[in-house]
C-alpha cells in the first residue's frame, strides 16, 4: 500500500484500506467454501446433516440485513457494528476449530491448512476493520456486538456422527458468515469510497 | 384356529374371533387383489372377475365396490356367486347407461386389508348382443377403461438467481398415468414453521416457481418440495435444500461492440467494450461480476480465451489484419457461477498496408535488376566467348586428316589414300621436296614483299640459325617443322607474316648447305604451284609469298598436298642434301608434321603462315 503524507502523519487512503478489507474477505469466504465442500464430500454423505443444520449458527442472535433492499436502508456505521461484531464472534471459533479439525480421523491436509489460513487471515481483517473504524468514526462504534460461542464441546463428542455433525454445522455457518461479510463489505467500498457508482 | 382355503372363503365372510387371532411371523396382510376383466355375458348384464393376491397365510375374503363417476356412494357387489368364483354379477337393476362405473376389490384378513386398482367400466348402450351373423363379433356392450395411475414423483431440477435478488426453481415433469397432473411447490423458511405455497408459477416457464424481491432472502436455507397431483392419487418429491446465496448465475453480458482504434505508436488495435446484464446491480456493490472474452479468426478451430476481470472493456493487440473475427463475452458473480456466452460479434479488419514490406520488395528488385545488369555487362565485355558459349560455333567442315598412326607405321598408301591423294613419294624424295620448296619461296620472296626483308630479317634469322646451325642437310629438311614451330609460337597475322624472312632465311639455311641446289630449284614445277593462286598453302614458304592467305579453306589444303607430292615425285632426284639420306623418316615425318600441322592450325582458327 502506498502511503501518503497527509496531516503530519502516513497515512494509506481510506480507498485504499478498503480495498485491501474486501480482498481478505474475498479470499476468506473463497476458503470457506472449499472446505465446506471437501468436508461434506468426504464426510457428510447420505447423512442428512442439512435437515438438521437449521437455524444452528451462534452469529444467528446478531439481526443483519437479508436481502439488499435492507441493506442498503441500513445505515453504514451499523453495517460496520455488524461486521465487527461477526468477526469478533468469529476469533473464539477459528482457534478451536484448528485444533479440534486435527482430530477428525484422517483429516485431509487440505482442510487442516485451511483452517490454519482463515484463522489468521480473520485476525488481519480485524485489525484492518478497525481502522477503517477508527478512520471513519474516530470515537468507537459504540454499541459492541458480539455473540458467545458455546460450541466447543459438540466438537468433543465421544460418538462420531455427532461430532462429525458439529464440525459440519460450524462449517456451514462460516461458509455463510464469511459471504455475509464480503457482500457488506463489497457494498461499503461501492458506497463510501465510490458513492455507489462502483 | 381352523384355518379354511382360500377358494372356500370366497364367497363368504367369514368371522375370525378376535381372541382367537394368534401372531404368526409369517403371517402379513393380503396381497393386491387385481381385476382381471369385466364382461357382459348377456344384455343388460355385466360380471366382472377378479384374481386374487397373496392371502398372507390367514382367511382372506373379498369385498367388490363400486361407484359411479362423479358420486360419492359406493355399493357393493350384489351377486358373488352367480358368476362363478371370484366374481361379482350386475343386472340391470344396477346397472345404467351412459354412466362410468368404478369398480375396486377389497381383500380382507386379520392382519389388514388391501384395494385392487381402480377398474372403470363404461355402460354404452345397453342393447341386444347380435347374433354371429360374420366374425366380427359384437359381444360388448361394455367398454372397460384400464385402471389410472396415481403420478410418478416429482424432481427439482435446479435453482437459480439470476442477480441475487430474485430465484426460480425448475423441476421435471413426470409420468402422469395418462391423467391430467397438477403440480403445486411448497417450501419453508429456515427458522419458520409453516410451509407456502409458490407465489408465482408462470413467469419462469412451465413447470417453475419464481421468488421475487419479496420472498427472496439471503443467507437463509429454503426447504422446496413439489407436489404431482391428479385423480388417482398424488406423489411428493424428496425435499430440496436451497440457499439463494449459492446459485446466483448471471445473465450473459450485454452490447459488446468491437472497434478498431489507433495506438500512440501506429499500431492498430481492437478495442471490445460491453456492458453488464440488465438486471444485474454493479453499481451499488450488491453484486460484483467479472467477466471473461473469447476470440477467434472466422475460419479457425480454436477460442482464444482471456480472464479480464472487473473491467467492461479490453484492449487486443497482435491480430491478422485483412481477417474477420468472432468475439463472445461471459460473466460470473465473485463466488457464483458462469453465465452463458454472449451473442456472437463480427469485426472485419481491413489489410494493413505496411511501408516495411513495400520498401523490402522495392529493395529486392533493384538489387536483382542491379545484378542482372552486371551480368549483361560482363557478358558484353567476353562478347564472342559468351556467345560462343550460348550459341555454339558452326562447326566448319570435316575433312579427314592425316592419320597419325598410319604415318608412323609408314602405311604412307593408306595414309594418302585416306587423304584422297595419289601415290605416295618415298622418302628419298624428301631431299627433292625440300628444294623444291625453297625455288619457290625464292620467286615469291622477290615479286611480292621486298620490303619486308628488312623487317625481321635479324630475328628470323637468329631462330633459324639455332636450329640450321648444325648440320647443312639437317637445316633444310627441319625447315618445314622449323617454320611451323615458328609459325605456332609466334601466331603472326597474315599481313604480318614475314613471308620473305623466312624464305630467306631457308634460303640462307638452305644455301648454307647446298647452294646448287638452290639454284636449280627455281625451275622447276612449283612456280605452278604458286600460279594456282593458293590462298593457303600447307608449306609454310609459299604462304609467305601470298598475300591471300588469310581466306585458307582446307580444300587447298588437300590440293597443296597432292601438288606437293607430285612435286616432290617429280623433282625429288633434284634435291640433294646429304643429311636427308641420313634422316629419310624424318623427312616424311616432316612432311606429315606441316600438312597436319596446318590442318590443326586451321581447325582451331589460326592461319597459319
Given at each position: 500500500l502506498i502511503c501518503s503524507c497527509q496531516r503530519r502523519a502516513c497515512q494509506v487512503s481510506l480507498g485504499d484500506l478498503f480495498d485491501r478489507a474486501v480482498k481478505l474477505s474475498h479470499y476468506i469466504h473463497s476458503l470457506s467454501s472449499?472446505m465446506f465442500?471437501?468436508?461434506?464430500?468426504?464426510?457428510?454423505?447420505?447423512?442428512?446433516?442439512?435437515?438438521?443444520a437449521i437455524n444452528s449458527c451462534h452469529t444467528s442472535s446478531l439481526t443483519t440485513p437479508e436481502d439488499k433492499e435492507q441493506a442498503q436502508q441500513i445505515h453504514h456505521e451499523d453495517l460496520l457494528n455488524l461486521v465487527m461484531g461477526v468477526l469478533n464472534s468469529w476469533n473464539d471459533p477459528l482457534l478451536h476449530l484448528v485444533s479440534e479439525?486435527?482430530?477428525?480421523?484422517?483429516?485431509?491436509?487440505?482442510?487442516?491448512?485451511k483452517a490454519v489460513e482463515i484463522e489468521e487471515q480473520n485476525k488481519r481483517l480485524l485489525e484492518g476493520m478497525e481502522k477503517i473504524v477508527g478512520r471513519l468514526h474516530p470515537g468507537g462504534l459504540g454499541n459492541e456486538l458480539y455473540s458467545r460461542w458455546s460450541g466447543l464441546p459438540s466438537l468433543?463428542?465421544?460418538?462420531?456422527?455427532?461430532?462429525?455433525?458439529a464440525?459440519?454445522n460450524l462449517l456451514h455457518c462460516l461458509r455463510r458468515d464469511s459471504h455475509k461479510i464480503d457482500n457488506y463489505l463489497k457494498l461499503l467500498k461501492c458506497r463510501l469510497i465510490h458513492d455507489s457508482n462502483c | 384356529?381352523?384355518?379354511?382355503?382360500?377358494?372356500?372363503?370366497?364367497?363368504?365372510?367369514?368371522?375370525?374371533?378376535?381372541?382367537?387371532?394368534?401372531?404368526?411371523?409369517?403371517?402379513?396382510?393380503?396381497?393386491?387383489?387385481?381385476?382381471?376383466?369385466?364382461?357382459?355375458?348377456?344384455?343388460?348384464?355385466?360380471?366382472?372377475?377378479?384374481?386374487?393376491?397373496?392371502?398372507?397365510?390367514?382367511?382372506?375374503?373379498?369385498?367388490?365396490?363400486?361407484?359411479?363417476?362423479?358420486?360419492?356412494?359406493?355399493?357393493?357387489?350384489?351377486?358373488?356367486?352367480?358368476?362363478?368364483?371370484?366374481?361379482?354379477?350386475?343386472?340391470?337393476?344396477?346397472?345404467?347407461?351412459?354412466?362410468?362405473?368404478?369398480?375396486?376389490?377389497?381383500?380382507?384378513?386379520?392382519?389388514?386389508?388391501?384395494?385392487?386398482?381402480?377398474?372403470?367400466?363404461?355402460?354404452?348402450?345397453?342393447?341386444?348382443?347380435?347374433?354371429?351373423?360374420?366374425?366380427?363379433?359384437?359381444?360388448?356392450?361394455?367398454?372397460?377403461?384400464?385402471?389410472?395411475?396415481?403420478?410418478?414423483?416429482?424432481?427439482?431440477?435446479?435453482?437459480?438467481s439470476?442477480e441475487k435478488e430474485?430465484?426460480?426453481?425448475?423441476?421435471?415433469?413426470?409420468?402422469?398415468?395418462?391423467?391430467?397432473?397438477?403440480?403445486?411447490?411448497?417450501?419453508?423458511n429456515e427458522g419458520e414453521?409453516?410451509?407456502?405455497?409458490?407465489?408465482?408459477?408462470?413467469?419462469?416457464?412451465?413447470?417453475?416457481?419464481?421468488?421475487?424481491k419479496k420472498h427472496t432472502s439471503l443467507w437463509t436455507i429454503y426447504?422446496?418440495?413439489?407436489?404431482?397431483?391428479?385423480?388417482?392419487?398424488?406423489?411428493?418429491?424428496?425435499?430440496?435444500?436451497?440457499d439463494v446465496t449459492y446459485?446466483v448465475?448471471?445473465?450473459?453480458?450485454?452490447?459488446?461492440?468491437?472497434?478498431?482504434?489507433?495506438?500512440?505508436?501506429?499500431?492498430?488495435?481492437?478495442?471490445?467494450?460491453?456492458?453488464?446484464?440488465?438486471?444485474a446491480d454493479v453499481r451499488s456493490g450488491w453484486l460484483t461480476l467479472?467477466?471473461?472474452?473469447?476470440?477467434?479468426?472466422?475460419?479457425?478451430?480454436?477460442?482464444?480465451?482471456?480472464?479480464?476481470?472487473q473491467?467492461?472493456?479490453?484492449?487486443?493487440?497482435?491480430?491478422?489484419?485483412?481477417?474477420?473475427?468472432?468475439?463472445?463475452?461471459?460473466?460470473?458473480s465473485d463466488h457464483g457461477?458462469?453465465?452463458?456466452?454472449?451473442?456472437?460479434?463480427?469485426?472485419?479488419?481491413?489489410?494493413?498496408?505496411?511501408?516495411?514490406?513495400?520498401?523490402?520488395?522495392?529493395?529486392?528488385?533493384?538489387?536483382?535488376?542491379?545484378?542482372?545488369?552486371?551480368?549483361?555487362?560482363?557478358?558484353?565485355?567476353?562478347?564472342?566467348?559468351?556467345?560462343?558459349?550460348?550459341?555454339?560455333?558452326?562447326?566448319?567442315?570435316?575433312?579427314?586428316?592425316?592419320?597419325?598412326?598410319?604415318?608412323?607405321?609408314?602405311?604412307?598408301?593408306?595414309?594418302?589414300?585416306?587423304?584422297?591423294?595419289?601415290?605416295?613419294?618415298?622418302?628419298?624424295?624428301?631431299?627433292?621436296?625440300?628444294?623444291?620448296?625453297?625455288?619457290?619461296?625464292?620467286?615469291?620472296?622477290?615479286?611480292?614483299?621486298?620490303?619486308?626483308?628488312?623487317?625481321?630479317?635479324?630475328?628470323?634469322?637468329?631462330?633459324?640459325?639455332?636450329?640450321?646451325?648444325?648440320?647443312?642437310?639437317?637445316?633444310?629438311?627441319?625447315?618445314?617443322?622449323?617454320?611451323?614451330?615458328?609459325?605456332?609460337?609466334?601466331?603472326?597475322?597474315?599481313?604480318?607474316?614475314?613471308?620473305?624472312?623466312?624464305?630467306?632465311?631457308?634460303?640462307?639455311?638452305?644455301?648454307?648447305?647446298?647452294?646448287?641446289?638452290?639454284?636449280?630449284?627455281?625451275?622447276?614445277?612449283?612456280?605452278?604451284?604458286?600460279?594456282?593462286?593458293?590462298?593457303?598453302?600447307?608449306?609454310?614458304?609459299?604462304?609467305?609469298?601470298?598475300?591471300?592467305?588469310?581466306?585458307?579453306?582446307?580444300?587447298?589444303?588437300?590440293?597443296?598436298?597432292?601438288?606437293?607430292?607430285?612435286?616432290?615425285?617429280?623433282?625429288?632426284?633434284?634435291?640433294?642434301?646429304?643429311?636427308?639420306?641420313?634422316?629419310?623418316?624424318?623427312?616424311?615425318?616432316?612432311?606429315?608434321?606441316?600438312?597436319?600441322?596446318?590442318?590443326?592450325?586451321?581447325?582451331?582458327?589460326?592461319?597459319?603462315?
Amino acid at each position: 500500500l502506498i502511503c501518503s503524507c497527509q496531516r503530519r502523519a502516513c497515512q494509506v487512503s481510506l480507498g485504499d484500506l478498503f480495498d485491501r478489507a474486501v480482498k481478505l474477505s474475498h479470499y476468506i469466504h473463497s476458503l470457506s467454501s472449499e472446505m465446506f465442500n471437501e468436508f461434506d464430500e468426504r464426510y457428510a454423505q447420505g447423512r442428512g446433516f442439512i435437515t438438521k443444520a437449521i437455524n444452528s449458527c451462534h452469529t444467528s442472535s446478531l439481526t443483519t440485513p437479508e436481502d439488499k433492499e435492507q441493506a442498503q436502508q441500513i445505515h453504514h456505521e451499523d453495517l460496520l457494528n455488524l461486521v465487527m461484531g461477526v468477526l469478533n464472534s468469529w476469533n473464539d471459533p477459528l482457534l478451536h476449530l484448528v485444533s479440534e479439525v486435527q482430530t477428525i480421523k484422517e483429516a485431509p491436509d487440505t482442510i487442516l491448512w485451511k483452517a490454519v489460513e482463515i484463522e489468521e487471515q480473520n485476525k488481519r481483517l480485524l485489525e484492518g476493520m478497525e481502522k477503517i473504524v477508527g478512520r471513519l468514526h474516530p470515537g468507537g462504534l459504540g454499541n459492541e456486538l458480539y455473540s458467545r460461542w458455546s460450541g466447543l464441546p459438540s466438537l468433543q463428542l465421544p460418538d462420531e456422527d455427532s461430532r462429525l455433525f458439529a464440525f459440519y454445522n460450524l462449517l456451514h455457518c462460516l461458509r455463510r458468515d464469511s459471504h455475509k461479510i464480503d457482500n457488506y463489505l463489497k457494498l461499503l467500498k461501492c458506497r463510501l469510497i465510490h458513492d455507489s457508482n462502483c | 384356529m381352523k384355518r379354511k382355503s382360500l377358494q372356500q372363503s370366497i364367497s363368504s365372510i367369514t368371522y375370525v374371533p378376535h381372541h382367537l387371532i394368534l401372531f404368526h411371523p409369517w403371517q402379513s396382510p393380503p396381497g393386491k387383489p387385481k381385476i382381471v376383466r369385466c364382461h357382459s355375458p348377456e344384455k343388460e348384464m355385466l360380471a366382472c372377475w377378479w384374481k386374487p393376491g397373496s392371502d398372507g397365510g390367514l382367511l382372506t375374503s373379498y369385498t367388490l365396490l363400486y361407484s359411479k363417476e362423479g358420486e360419492g356412494q359406493t355399493y357393493e357387489c350384489p351377486d358373488y356367486t352367480s358368476a362363478g368364483p371370484s366374481s361379482c354379477y350386475f343386472n340391470k337393476k344396477h346397472i345404467n347407461s351412459w354412466t362410468t362405473y368404478i369398480i375396486t376389490v377389497k381383500a380382507i384378513n386379520e392382519m389388514g386389508s388391501s384395494i385392487s386398482e381402480p377398474h372403470y367400466v363404461e355402460a354404452a348402450s345397453i342393447g341386444k348382443p347380435e347374433k354371429k351373423k360374420s366374425n366380427k363379433v359384437v359381444m360388448l356392450n361394455f367398454i372397460s377403461f384400464s385402471p389410472g395411475q396415481p403420478p410418478g414423483k416429482p424432481e427439482l431440477i435446479k435453482c437459480r438467481s439470476p442477480e441475487k435478488e430474485t430465484f426460480s426453481c425448475w423441476w421435471k415433469p413426470v409420468s402422469d398415468g395418462g391423467l391430467p397432473t397438477n403440480y403445486t411447490l411448497f417450501y419453508n423458511n429456515e427458522g419458520e414453521e409453516s410451509f407456502y405455497e409458490c407465489p408465482d408459477y408462470t413467469t419462469a416457464g412451465p413447470n417453475s416457481c419464481y421468488f421475487d424481491k419479496k420472498h427472496t432472502s439471503l443467507w437463509t436455507i429454503y426447504n422446496i418440495t413439489i407436489k404431482a397431483t391428479n385423480e388417482m392419487g398424488s406423489n411428493i418429491s424428496e425435499p430440496h435444500y436451497v440457499d439463494v446465496t449459492y446459485i446466483v448465475q448471471p445473465n450473459p453480458p450485454v452490447n459488446l461492440s468491437l472497434a478498431l482504434n489507433k495506438h500512440t505508436d501506429g499500431k492498430l488495435y481492437l478495442l471490445m467494450n460491453w456492458s453488464s446484464p440488465p438486471l444485474a446491480d454493479v453499481r451499488s456493490g450488491w453484486l460484483t461480476l467479472e467477466y471473461e472474452l473469447r476470440l477467434k479468426p472466422e475460419e479457425g478451430e480454436e477460442w482464444e480465451t482471456i480472464f479480464v476481470g472487473q473491467r467492461t472493456k479490453y484492449k487486443v493487440f497482435s491480430l491478422i489484419p485483412g481477417e474477420k473475427y468472432i468475439a463472445q463475452v461471459r460473466c460470473k458473480s465473485d463466488h457464483g457461477e458462469w453465465s452463458k456466452w454472449s451473442s456472437e460479434s463480427y469485426i472485419h479488419l481491413p489489410k494493413e498496408f505496411r511501408l516495411k514490406d513495400m520498401m523490402v520488395w522495392v529493395f529486392v528488385a533493384v538489387l536483382s535488376s542491379v545484378i542482372c545488369l552486371i551480368m549483361i555487362w560482363m557478358m558484353g565485355l567476353k562478347g564472342i566467348n559468351m556467345v560462343a558459349c550460348i550459341l555454339p560455333p558452326v562447326p566448319g567442315p570435316k575433312i579427314k586428316g592425316l592419320d597419325a598412326h598410319l604415318l608412323e607405321a609408314g602405311k604412307n598408301e593408306e595414309l594418302l589414300s585416306a587423304l584422297g591423294c595419289q601415290g605416295f613419294p618415298p622418302t628419298s624424295d624428301c631431299e627433292d621436296l625440300l628444294v623444291e620448296f625453297l625455288e619457290i619461296d625464292d620467286s615469291e620472296d622477290q615479286q611480292l614483299m621486298p620490303n619486308h626483308e628488312k623487317g625481321h630479317p635479324n630475328k628470323n634469322l637468329k631462330s633459324g640459325n639455332k636450329e640450321t646451325d648444325s648440320d647443312s642437310g639437317r637445316g633444310s629438311c627441319d625447315s618445314p617443322s622449323l617454320l611451323l614451330e615458328k609459325c605456332k609460337e609466334s601466331r603472326i597475322p597474315p599481313a604480318e607474316f614475314q613471308t620473305p624472312d623466312f624464305s630467306e632465311t631457308q634460303v640462307k639455311a638452305a644455301g648454307k648447305s647446298s647452294q646448287e641446289t638452290q639454284n636449280r630449284d627455281p625451275e622447276l614445277k612449283l612456280p605452278d604451284f604458286n600460279s594456282d593462286g593458293v590462298k593457303s598453302s600447307t608449306w609454310p614458304g609459299t604462304q609467305l609469298a601470298s598475300s591471300q592467305i588469310p581466306k585458307g579453306s582446307y580444300h587447298n589444303i588437300v590440293e597443296v598436298c597432292k601438288v606437293a607430292f607430285s612435286a616432290m615425285n617429280v623433282n625429288v632426284s633434284a634435291i640433294r642434301m646429304g643429311n636427308e639420306e641420313k634422316h629419310p623418316s624424318k623427312y616424311s615425318k616432316n612432311i606429315e608434321t606441316i600438312c597436319e600441322g596446318e590442318m590443326t592450325q586451321r581447325r582451331k582458327g589460326e592461319i597459319c603462315l
